[in-house]
């Protein structure tokens, strides 16, 4: 039975999505990772409390915003408003939508981030029934990463399997094995995230270790769940022959027997300025499959199925 007094904390709800597991899905968005990469195409996910995002295309630069503040979390600097998420309530607390967000004439500030019950999401997920059945599809949780909010995340998937509706993770793996292995129960299919092989590296391009990560990888092949590893390859931090060669190593330790390459693209940058963060890969170009030819060799070479 569905508790209508546990709430998740969601960014967003994609319908038709075809990117994300077999069929056509619906993908829920999870906020909060304990990853902090710094190529992250969705910044807004990484902290789990709301946020409020500034558009300055569409801001007015009245300072509505700023005198409407209660907290003082916001803040104009030359011309540019800065939201201290720290000090923010957030909208919902200071306000049903937030007192800056309702003010603004120029509706340059939008919240990131809702609170929503199993009951929410599923009636959206059910709408598209039909087309999860005629395709093979199903829903997928994202973030973000899900396993940050496991009781919440589990009661929804119980829910999905409860009308036969095929349940898939993107997932960065880094979580207590005891959290790791009660969500997989309920799932179909992991997309698993692998950022580096090295866990000096890994460290210091994410924030934590991936021993966390390969090991639940490996308990999750081990207990015959369809796992796909999912390599995002990026410029200057992942992408040498070397760094192939390593990949190899650490897939074969968990009995991977395929990779899915993600080349690195631009998609997430505007979001950093609305977020007022600097993004670090502002002037690196994207990848396309052709660049990563010789790299996905290596995977093939050691008999990996190394698909983009």
Same mark, same amino acid.
């Given at each position: $039975?569905?508790?209508?007094?546990? &709430? #998740? $904390?969601? &960014?967003?709800?994609?319908? /038709?999505?075809? =990117?994300?597991?077999?069929?056509?899905?619906?993908?829920?968005?999870?906020?909060?990772?304990?990853?902090?990469?710094?190529?992250? %195409?969705?910044?807004?996910?990484?902290?789990? @409390?709301?946020?409020?995002?500034?558009?300055?295309?569409?801001?007015?630069?009245?300072?509505? *915003?700023?005198?409407?503040?209660?907290?003082?979390?916001?803040?104009?600097?030359? #011309?540019?408003?800065?939201?201290?998420?720290?000090?923010?309530? !957030?909208?919902?607390? *200071?306000?049903?939508?937030?007192? *800056?967000?309702?003010?603004?004439?120029?509706?340059?500030?939008?919240?990131?981030?809702?609170?929503?019950?199993?009951?929410?999401?599923?009636?959206?997920?059910?709408?598209?029934?039909? &087309?999860?059945?005629?395709?093979?599809?199903?829903?997928?949780?994202?973030?973000?990463?899900?396993?940050?909010?496991?009781?919440?995340?589990?009661?929804? +998937?119980?829910?999905?399997? %409860?009308?036969?509706?095929?349940?898939?993770?993107?997932?960065? !793996?880094?979580?207590?094995? %005891?959290?790791?292995?009660?969500?997989?129960?309920?799932?179909?299919?992991? +997309?698993?995230?692998?950022?580096?092989?090295?866990?000096?590296?890994?460290?210091?391009?994410?924030?934590?270790?991936?021993?966390?990560?390969?090991?639940?990888?490996?308990?999750?092949?081990?207990?015959?769940?369809?796992?796909?590893?999912?390599?995002?390859?990026?410029?200057?931090? =992942?992408?040498?022959?070397?760094?192939?060669?390593?990949?190899?190593? @650490?897939?074969?330790?968990?009995?991977?027997?395929?990779?899915?390459?993600?080349?690195?693209?631009? &998609? #997430?940058? =505007?979001?950093?300025?609305?977020?007022?963060?600097?993004?670090?890969? %502002?002037?690196?170009?994207?990848?396309?499959?052709?660049?990563?030819?010789?790299?996905?060799?290596?995977?093939?070479?050691? #008999?990996?199925?190394?698909? /983009?």
């Amino acid at each position: $039975m569905m508790s209508e007094k546990n &709430f #998740g $904390m969601i &960014f967003n709800i994609q319908k /038709f999505s075809i =990117n994300d597991g077999p069929g056509i899905r619906t993908v829920v968005f999870f906020k909060g990772c304990p990853l902090k990469c710094t190529w992250c %195409a969705n910044p807004e996910s990484q902290e789990p @409390r709301l946020q409020i995002l500034w558009d300055e295309k569409k801001c007015l630069h009245c300072n509505t *915003c700023v005198m409407s503040c209660p907290t003082l979390a916001v803040k104009n600097f030359d #011309g540019e408003i800065k939201i201290n998420h720290k000090v923010c309530s !957030g909208a919902g607390v *200071c306000s049903e939508r937030g007192i *800056c967000i309702e003010r603004c004439p120029g509706h340059a500030l939008k919240p990131e981030g809702e609170r929503k019950t199993v009951a929410e999401i599923m009636k959206i997920v059910l709408q598209d029934l039909p &087309f999860y059945e005629e395709s093979g599809g199903g829903v997928t949780l994202s973030g973000g990463e899900a396993t940050m909010q496991p009781e919440f995340a589990i009661e929804l +998937l119980k829910a999905l399997k %409860a009308e036969k509706i095929h349940t898939a993770i993107e997932t960065t !793996g880094f979580t207590s094995p %005891a959290i790791f292995e009660r969500v997989t129960k309920y799932l179909d299919l992991l +997309l698993f995230d692998i950022k580096h092989w090295d866990e000096e590296k890994h460290k210091e391009k994410t924030g934590v270790s991936n021993i966390p990560i390969l090991r639940n990888m490996k308990y999750a092949i081990d207990i015959g769940k369809e796992v796909l590893p999912r390599l995002p390859v990026i410029p200057g931090c =992942n992408d040498s022959i070397d760094d192939a060669k390593g990949f190899v190593r @650490r897939l074969n330790e968990v009995g991977a027997k395929r990779v899915q390459l993600l080349p690195f693209h631009q &998609f #997430g940058q =505007n979001k950093y300025g609305m977020l007022g963060r600097d993004y670090e890969f %502002a002037d690196v170009k994207g990848l396309h499959p052709e660049d990563l030819e010789d790299f996905r060799k290596i995977f093939l070479a050691a #008999g990996l199925d190394a698909f /983009f």
